[in-house]
């Protein structure tokens, strides 16, 4: 019962996070007069990156890695993400006027949403995002759930400071 149960709770989060991942997308553009969506122009329409190769994105994008920006939603409205993409997270070092930030790597949906970060792991210290900050890829096709660990886990909690991604697999050419 509990494998079943266990695996059931995998398909739906994996279908949650793939439907997170594409969702509000025009998948279809305003196409006309091409009925079997062929050429050039469409697909350019259609994908944001249609190439082979990866992207940097930047976290937050101008907002960069901070307390009371909500990425999640951030995600959402940036997604999809694909395999061999490079994630940038860039926040101010610690300092008189800041608060300190770092990444982590939750380990898997539960302690996501309850910003448990026991069994975490620290991706970027709170010294790495000055600067350039630093970059964290995408290498398997699994999901990624990211946190801020600060504070024992209230910028995760409060501050909106977490988000997941779970990259795609590009199959155009």
């Not at 249609?50 to 409205?77: L, P």
């Amino acid at each position: 019962m509990g494998v079943k149960c266990g695996g059931a709770l995998f398909v739906l989060v994996a279908m949650s996070v793939l439907a997170i991942a594409t969702a509000n997308k025009d998948w279809w553009g305003n196409v006309t007069g091409n009925w079997n969506q062929t050429g050039r122009d469409f697909w350019d329409s259609w994908h944001k990156n249609a190439t082979q190769r990866s992207n940097k994105i930047i976290v937050g994008g101008s907002e960069n890695w901070r307390y009371g920006f909500n990425y999640t939603d951030w995600a959402i409205k940036n997604g999809p993400f694909y395999l061999n993409d490079t994630l940038v997270f860039k926040y101010d070092p610690p300092n008189d006027t800041t608060f300190p930030h770092s990444v982590y790597l939750l380990p898997n949906f539960r302690s996501f949403l309850k910003c448990d970060l026991r069994r975490a792991k620290i991706i970027g210290k709170a010294t790495a995002g000055g600067g350039k900050g630093f970059e964290f890829v995408l290498k398997r096709w699994q999901p990624y759930f990211f946190a801020c660990g600060e504070h024992k886990g209230i910028h995760c909690k409060d501050g909106l400071m977490k988000f997941a991604v779970w990259p795609l697999i590009r199959w155009y050419n």
